[in-house]
């Protein structure tokens, strides 16, 4: 469909940003002559010159736009710049619905959550149990009745392999991130096991947590980058690394889409939905002793701490990882 306009709301969160990569992908595909522009949250927007090229990238800012009022505001400034044949909203929120009915898009896809389906014209069940990334595709495949399978994620970058791996402990929820002295043990014996430089990484506000980390080890030569690089230096830093070993958060996502072998520890999320998605580039670590696995609260309610990370057998992580290094030299 020549000339055929459509828009889309990405995702507000690093990771499930990523993950609708894979959406962006399948929508070139099933319409391969259509202009596509994109909405994504000021922040997370330096990502997009990693992703296919889009016509319009409108950031959206919440500071700028507050609330609903907000929302609908900036919608109506989208309809001034281009009008479009086709809104899909990847996000379940219904102030993302609204900025697309505010545009004035022709037709509106999107799941019924949040009390929103009067401001789609194509409202879907969301499916239960699916990938995160197929959630974002099925989608597509509602409203098209296309049946082509999503089999990778790939972000573009021109980034070369260099001999350094990385190491990050984080994540938005405290149920899916290693203890102060659980992410020391790992680095201790992870500096034993390997002989590649190792980075450690972190948002500013992770950087109190990482200093902490490292002034738990004996001694160490680990670079510390935690709150030091902008979205585009850790797209360098993650695309170049050997390998990344990290908690199930947005740099693990990034990571396995840049193309580079990712070993996840999981605690709280649910690697059968939120795992990287490319298969082939990951190694998932889960303790799966505890009745309470995976309980998906960002919180852990049960033991204070997560045991289901504090549990993990330090020597395997490490070993999964000097395995992983051998096999890629090879």
């Given amino acids: 469909m020549k000339g055929f306009k459509i828009l889309v709301r990405l995702p507000?969160?690093?990771?499930?940003?990523?993950m609708a990569a894979g959406f962006l992908q399948q929508l070139q595909i099933h319409f391969p002559d259509a202009q596509i522009s994109v909405i994504v949250k000021k922040g997370i927007h330096e990502l997009l010159p990693f992703f296919a090229p889009a016509k319009h990238q409108f950031v959206f800012d919440k500071t700028a736009y507050k609330g609903l009022k907000g929302a609908w505001r900036f919608g109506k400034e989208i309809k001034k710049a281009e009008t479009f044949d086709l809104f899909f909203c990847l996000p379940d929120s219904?102030?993302?619905?609204?900025?697309?009915?505010?545009?004035?898009?022709?037709?509106r896809i999107g799941y019924k959550k949040e009390m929103r389906r009067f401001l789609l014209t194509h409202a879907f069940e969301k499916p239960e149990g699916l990938h995160r990334a197929l959630v974002y595709t099925h989608l597509l495949q509602k409203y098209t009745g296309a049946t082509q399978p999503l089999s990778s994620i790939k972000l573009q970058h021109p980034y070369h392999k260099e001999t350094y791996i990385v190491a990050n402990f984080n994540s938005e929820a405290s149920s899916r991130r290693l203890t102060v002295e659980k992410a020391a043990e790992v680095l201790a014996q992870l500096q034993q096991a390997v002989p590649e430089k190792i980075v450690v990484i972190g948002a500013p506000k992770e950087q109190v947590f990482i200093d902490e980390v490292l002034k738990n080890l004996p001694r160490h030569t680990i670079e510390n980058k935690a709150?030091?690089?902008?979205?585009?230096?850790?797209?360098?830093?993650?695309?170049a690394a050997k390998l990344l070993l990290t908690t199930d958060s947005g740099p693990a996502h990034l990571a396995n889409a840049l193309g580079t072998y990712t070993v996840v520890l999981f605690g709280a999320g649910n690697e059968q939905e939120t795992a990287p998605f490319n298969a082939?580039?990951?190694?998932?670590?889960?303790?799966?002793?505890?009745?309470?696995?995976?309980?998906?609260k960002n919180v852990c309610v049960r033991y204070g701490t997560p045991q289901c990370l504090e549990r993990l057998d330090t020597a395997l992580i490490v070993t999964e990882v000097a395995a992983r290094l051998k096999s890629l030299i090879q």
């Fill in 94 to 107: 219904f102030s993302a619905a609204l900025i697309g009915w505010a545009s004035g898009a022709k037709k």
């Fill in 280 to 296: 082939a580039l990951r190694t998932v670590i889960r303790l799966g002793q505890l009745s309470c696995e995976p309980c998906e």
């Fill in 12 to 18: 507000n969160w690093l990771g499930d940003l990523v």
């Fill in 227 to 239: 709150g030091k690089t902008s979205l585009p230096e850790l797209v360098h830093l993650l695309a």
